[in-house]
């Protein structure tokens, strides 16, 4: 099996959950690696779980914008070499630094604080260099059962039982992901970048600020606490289904909340009314034109399997205020 291939066909249709387990540990554990582009592309793919159509369909667009943010924070935020090589660098790292140069963006700005146009520029230019290198490696990696692909298409489709796999074992496979990755980038870089190393590469894809989702909501009309109800002056979004699970963020996932709800919350999973009362917000907000676009990769089902994935990955459950 060739890094080069064009299109990838499903291998095997039946999976069991030890062939599984096994190519993931071979994955994450064997082989030779030159670069971060596996640890980096596992960490966009998990990442993009909450897009994926009924059929398990990911669309590169929303698999490169993970891994461009992850990539030009790490690149040019930290200032992290990518390769093992002293001399050589990534294509993805030469792709993001000719980028900011051309632009002259400082070497130390987030990717959140790039112009959102220049970001998608940015995600078309590292999706090419994705396409070519990455793609078809990590479908050989896992030796064509992880994900149908097209490169023309432009979309990968998982095997449904790595779909079901990964939701159902996402937080620890972030966690490995994210060890490894920062592994590699240990023994690759300068001593002083790799500080808190390991909480850097946690957070690296995270968002600075969600104030665009907290507008959005407060704008709908929606001026009170989700959770306890009490009205709202300032708008603080509070991830309905923890993040720490997630790793991305959705409007359809985002939820009001006063300071006290959103701290107390945490990564807790709130109570199952909760859940049925963002069922019917969500349903509200869909049928809006403005709020439609935001709610392309959403259905209901999808929300309520995300609530039982992220109780099966063990976070604290039925999480409510406790009202004075
Ligand atoms: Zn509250």
């Not at 790490?74 to 993805?92: D, I, K």
């Not at 479908?139 to 039982?161: C, M, P, R, V, W």
């Not at 289904?241 to 359809?252: A, V």
């Not at 403005?290 to 309520?304: G, M, R």
Request: net charge neutral.
């Amino acid at each position: 099996m060739s890094w080069d291939l064009q299109v990838g066909e499903l291998r095997t249709p039946y999976l069991t959950h030890t062939q599984i387990w096994q190519a993931t540990h071979r994955f994450f554990y064997n082989g030779k690696t030159t670069t971060t582009y596996k640890y980096g592309f596992m960490k966009a793919l998990l990442e993009s779980l909450a897009t994926a159509s009924d059929d398990y369909t990911i669309s590169f667009d929303a698999i490169f914008a993970s891994f461009t943010r992850t990539y030009w924070n790490l690149v040019m935020h930290h200032g992290l070499r990518q390769s093992n090589s002293a001399n050589a660098r990534s294509a993805v790292e030469k792709t993001i630094e000719a980028f900011a140069q051309k632009h002259a963006i400082p070497s130390d700005w987030n990717f959140d604080a790039i112009a959102a146009t220049k970001q998608l520029e940015l995600i078309q230019l590292v999706k090419k260099v994705g396409k070519k290198y990455v793609v078809g490696a990590t479908y050989s990696d896992f030796g064509g059962d992880i994900y149908a692909f097209n490169l023309k298409d432009e979309t990968l489709t998982l095997h449904q039982e790595y779909y079901i796999f990964f939701q159902t074992h996402k937080r620890m496979l972030v966690n490995i992901t994210n060890y490894q990755l920062a592994l590699f980038l240990e023994k690759f870089n300068d001593a002083e970048k790799i500080t808190r190393l390991l909480s850097k590469v946690e957070i690296v894809s995270q968002r600075q600020s969600l104030a665009q989702f907290a507008q959005l909501l407060y704008a709908t009309g929606m001026h009170n606490c989700f959770y306890c109800g009490k009205s709202l002056h300032k708008s603080h979004v509070d991830h309905f289904i923890p993040w720490s699970y997630m790793q991305s963020d959705d409007l359809w996932n985002f939820v009001l909340a006063c300071v006290s709800c959103n701290t107390k919350k945490s990564n807790k999973i709130a109570a199952e009314r909760f859940l049925y009362a963002l069922l019917e917000r969500n349903d509200t907000l869909l049928h809006h034109e403005q709020y439609a676009p935001q709610f392309a990769h959403y259905s209901e089902q999808k929300l309520v399997d995300l609530y039982q994935y992220s109780q099966l990955n063990g976070f604290p459950d039925n999480w409510s205020p406790q009202l004075s």
